[in-house]
C-alpha cells in the first residue's frame, strides 16, 4: 500500500480511509484522533474522540462536557486496532498530553507528529523518536533563523530584569495552554520562589497541570490585588492581555514575551514587546532537521508553518519530500483570544 | 559579548529614557574591562569597520549556507544584517566543508541545538587585522574573516539597535502601554 492511500490531506485533515479516522480534524468528523489540546488541533463537535486524557480533559475544560459524543482515552506506548491500521501514541513533547499518533498499515509506519519540540520540558514527557517511513513534521519554525537556545538562559534574562526593575511590574505574555505553565516551572527551577501572579485565563489550565502532578509553587490571581503590591513580581498572561488596556492595574509594566518567534526583532516589535523571550514549545530548525534525521524516513511530509524551506532542505538530503497544504493550523499564539467566560473582568 | 548584545536588545526595545539610563549604567557596573571599553566606543560611533562590506558579508553568508534557504530566511527577516547574524555558524564549528553538497552549509548547525548563543560572542571587535594572523596562511585568515564578518554583522544590529534606540526615545512614539 502506498503512503497516500493511508494517510490522506482532505480539506477536514488529515485521512485515513483504510482506519475509518481523521487526525487532528478541523472541521466536524465522525471519529477524530486527536494529538494535542491547542484550539487549532483539538476542535469540539466529532462524533468520537480518541486522545490522551490529558488532551481530552482539556478540551472538556475548554469546550464543556459535550465537546464530543463520545470519547476514548489512550495512554502513550499504547496501540490499537481502527479499521484495517494499527494506531499508536507516542509522546511529542510539546504539551502535557501531546502526542505523535503512528498509524501502520502492513509494513508501512506513518507518523504524524502534529505539533513536536525536542527541547527539554519539565512539564510534560519528552519527546520520543519514532521510527518511520513517512513522518509528517510541522514547520511553525522551519527557517535556519530560528534556532531557539536553552529556555533557561531566557528565564535569567528576565530575573535579571525583575534585579534591575524592582520597582515595576513584569507582564509575560505567553499562551495559556503549555507556555504559561513552563514558564512558570523554569522560574521555579531558576530559584525563584516567590508568589507569581496569573490572569484569569491562565488559571483553569495551570491549575488543571498541578493536579496532573506538575508543581508550579504558590500562584496568585491578578484579579484584587492591589496596583502597588504588584511591583517586583511576575504576571503571566495571554499574548493579548500584554497589549491590553487590563496592563493599567500595573505599575510601569515590562512587557515580555515568550515565543520563538522573538527571535526575529521585527517580529518582537510588532507587538511592542520590551523583553522578548526566545522560549518556543516547537522543536526549532535544528530540532526539525536533526528529528527527520532520527526518524530514519525516506519521505517526509511538510506541514503548518514555512514548508518551503524544510522540503528543500530535505530534497538536498535525497528525501522524498512535499509539503500537505493543510489550512486550519498556525501558532496558537497567533490567534488566541479571551475564550468566554474566561475574560478577566 | 553576549552582554553586550544583551544590553543592545534591552536598548532597542525600550522605551523609557530613564529606564535606558538603568541598563546602560547596570552594564557599566557589571561589565569589566576592557569589554566595557569596547562597548563605550561602539555605543558612541567610535567603532568602525572599514574592510567589511555588505558585499563581503553576502559574500561569506553565500559560502557557508544554502542560497535557497538563504534567500527564504532573508525574505522572512527582513534585514541583512540580521538574518547573517541569525544564521551564523556557532563561533566554535568548523567551517563547513566545502563539498559542494546542498545543505551542507547547515550541517553543522545541526550540533549546536542548544543555542541562544549560536550567536556565540564574536571576538574583541578588532578593527585592524593581526598582521602575524593574515600573514599565517589561507586556513588563518579565513578564520580571520570570519571572526570579522561575525563582529560585521553584529555592528550592523548595533547600529540599526541604536537608530531604533533614537526613534523609540522619541516622545509620542508609543503613547500608552
Do not use: M
Given at each position: 500500500m502506498r503512503p497516500q492511500d493511508i494517510l490522506m490531506p482532505v480539506p477536514a485533515g488529515l485521512c485515513c480511509k483504510a482506519g475509518g479516522f481523521h487526525i487532528d480534524p478541523v472541521r466536524p468528523v465522525e471519529r477524530a484522533v486527536i494529538t494535542h489540546g491547542h484550539s487549532d488541533h483539538a476542535r469540539p463537535g466529532h462524533g468520537a474522540a480518541l486522545a490522551t486524557q490529558e488532551t481530552l480533559d482539556m478540551m472538556r475544560l475548554r469546550y464543556?462536557?459535550?465537546?464530543?459524543?463520545s470519547t476514548q482515552a489512550i495512554s502513550y506506548g499504547e496501540e490499537i486496532r481502527l479499521g484495517d491500521v494499527n494506531v499508536k501514541f507516542h509522546p511529542?513533547?510539546?504539551?502535557?498530553g501531546s502526542a505523535q499518533i503512528a498509524v501502520s498499515c502492513k509494513a508501512t509506519k506513518i507518523v504524524a507528529s502534529g505539533d513536536y519540540k525536542d527541547a527539554p520540558d519539565p512539564t510534560c514527557t519528552p519527546f520520543e523518536v519514532v521510527p518511520c517511513d513517512v513522518f509528517i513534521t510541522e514547520a511553525t519554525f522551519g527557517l535556519p533563523v530560528f534556532r531557539h537556545g536553552n529556555a533557561a538562559d531566557e528565564i535569567k534574562k528576565l530575573l535579571a530584569s525583575v534585579a534591575l526593575f524592582p520597582e515595576r511590574a513584569h507582564l509575560v505574555g505567553a499562551y495559556s495552554l503549555g507556555k504559561a505553565q513552563r514558564v512558570i516551572a523554569l522560574l521555579r527551577e531558576a530559584g525563584y520562589d516567590a508568589p507569581i501572579y496569573l490572569h484569569g485565563a491562565m488559571e483553569k489550565i495551570t491549575h488543571y497541570y498541578e493536579s496532573r502532578g506538575v508543581a508550579l509553587g504558590e500562584l496568585r490571581a491578578v484579579k484584587g490585588t492591589k496596583k502597588a503590591d504588584l511591583a517586583g513580581t511576575i504576571t503571566l498572561a495571554p499574548p493579548t492581555a500584554t497589549s491590553d488596556i487590563w496592563t493599567r492595574r500595573f505599575p510601569d509594566p515590562v512587557t515580555a514575551f515568550a515565543s520563538g518567534w522573538m527571535r526575529v526583532r521585527a517580529r518582537a516589535r510588532q507587538r511592542g514587546v520590551e523583553l522578548p523571550l526566545v522560549i518556543s514549545d516547537h522543536a526549532d530548525w535544528d530540532g526539525l532537521t536533526a528529528t527527520i534525521d532520527a526518524t530514519g524516513a525516506g519521505e517526509v511530509w511538510v506541514t503548518h508553518g514555512q514548508e518551503d524551506a524544510l522540503v528543500h532542505w530535505c530534497k538536498a538530503k535525497g528525501l522524498a519530500a512535499r509539503p500537505?497544504?493543510?489550512?486550519?493550523?498556525?501558532?496558537?499564539e497567533e490567534s488566541e483570544t479571551l475564550p468566554d467566560g474566561e475574560d478577566e473582568a | 559579548m553576549n552582554r553586550f548584545a544583551e544590553l543592545l536588545d534591552r536598548l532597542a526595545y525600550e522605551p523609557g529614557r530613564n529606564n535606558k539610563l538603568r541598563l546602560i549604567s547596570a552594564y557599566f557596573r557589571e561589565v569589566g574591562d576592557p569589554d566595557r571599553g569596547y562597548a563605550l566606543a561602539a555605543l558612541t560611533g567610535?567603532?568602525?569597520?572599514?574592510?567589511?562590506k555588505p558585499g563581503l558579508i553576502r559574500d561569506l553568508i553565500a559560502a557557508r549556507t544554502d542560497p535557497v534557504l538563504f534567500a527564504l530566511s532573508y525574505d522572512y527577516v527582513g534585514d541583512l544584517s540580521e538574518t547573517v547574524a541569525l544564521m551564523w555558524?556557532?563561533?566554535?564549528?568548523?567551517?563547513?566543508?566545502?563539498?559542494?553538497?546542498?545543505?551542507s552549509g547547515v550541517?553543522?548547525?545541526?550540533?549546536?541545538?542548544?543555542?541562544?548563543?549560536?550567536?556565540?560572542?564574536?571576538?574583541?571587535?578588532?578593527?585592524?587585522?593581526p598582521r602575524a594572523r593574515a600573514r599565517g596562511g589561507r586556513g588563518d585568515h579565513r578564520a580571520w574573516l570570519r571572526d570579522l564578518a561575525a563582529c560585521f554583522a553584529r555592528g550592523f544590529v548595533i547600529h540599526s539597535a541604536l537608530s531604533d534606540r533614537r526613534a523609540q526615545g522619541m516622545p509620542g512614539v508609543r503613547c500608552a502601554r
Open positions: 464543556g462536557d459535550n465537546f464530543a459524543r511529542a513533547g510539546h504539551v502535557l500537505l497544504d493543510l489550512v486550519g493550523y498556525g501558532d496558537e | 567610535a567603532l568602525s569597520f572599514k574592510h567589511a555558524p556557532k563561533a566554535s564549528s568548523p567551517l563547513p566543508p566545502r563539498s559542494g553538497g546542498e545543505g550541517g553543522g548547525l545541526s550540533a549546536c541545538s542548544s543555542g541562544s548563543e549560536s550567536a556565540e560572542a564574536p571576538p574583541t571587535p578588532n578593527p585592524s587585522p
